[in-house]
């Protein structure tokens, strides 16, 4: 069994030289190689440039050896926005593990470089591959604009026509009674701001008997783990978690067809 880490050097950076796939006329592209964990092949990196916001497609064809696959055997998937976070997965952990086709469907992308690594996970793992990847530009990503402004306060009403005296009444000075004193007019409390957010779904993947979301919005929008997410088109309320500055995830109980059939609108409250 090889002891090393399946790189030639402890400092190599892969990813930084990754191999680019060329869109075609119809916005699709393709590469094949083979990966051998003990020859130092362990993973392969590819870029991908998307040139508008959109939709990115992956399909990974796996031919892993014939007579020595291990019950364990699976070649990872994952997606890296342009910041270099993952936003989608396929190892080990999902529910696809072992599959030797795998696919992946990542929503309302926003334009820029997105990467793609593909990688070993066992010491004695051999396969050979085939990757397709497919754009279909969807136009600007929408934005939730205003729904997270705060309401301005109530303005004071102005009369149409100058209500002021032409000439200011003098005091009653006959009886000696003081002129009523008048009420000032109650403040009326500010409604309180919006607490209910929406959202875009990322990307879709299956987590064991559900389906996990990936939400375009995070803590910098002041989401946070422990909301209470519901998704178009499917009834009940989950939890959110994992919340990054981005994004945050949802365990959702569907079928991803379910899920896409909804539009893909999340609406997200404390």
Known sequence: ??????????????????????????????DDGDLDYADFRRARWYVVDLPSAGELNLQLEITPPGDAVNEEF???????????????????????AGELNKMRTLRDLAPGRYLIHLYLQGRMDVAEYELKAAFKPTGA????FPSQVAFLDPLPMVPLND???????????????????TKPPK?????????TLTARILGVSVSGSKTQ????????????SGWKAKVAGVSGTFSVDSCTARTCTVQVSA???QVKAGGG??????
């Open 187 to 195: 403040e009326e409390p500010a409604p309180a701001p919006a607490t």
């Open 74 to 96: 699976d070649l990872a998937m994952e997606v890296l926005d342009p910041g270099h976070r993952v936003i989608s997965k396929a190892d080990l952990e999902e529910e696809d």
């Open 163 to 181: 209500d002021t005296p032409s000439t200011p009444r003098p005091p009653n000075r006959n009886t000696g009674k003081k002129p009523p004193r």
């Open 141 to 144: 990503v929408k934005s939730d």
């Open 213 to 224: 979301i990936t939400v375009g919005i995070g803590t910098a929008q002041g989401v946070a």
């Open 265 to 270: 609108s999340v609406t997200l409250s404390p």
């Open 255 to 257: 079928t991803p067809d």
């Open 1 to 30: 069994m090889p002891a090393h880490s399946g790189y030639k050097s402890e400092k190599s950076k892969p990813w930084a030289k990754p191999k680019r796939l060329a869109w075609d006329d119809k916005m699709e592209a393709e």
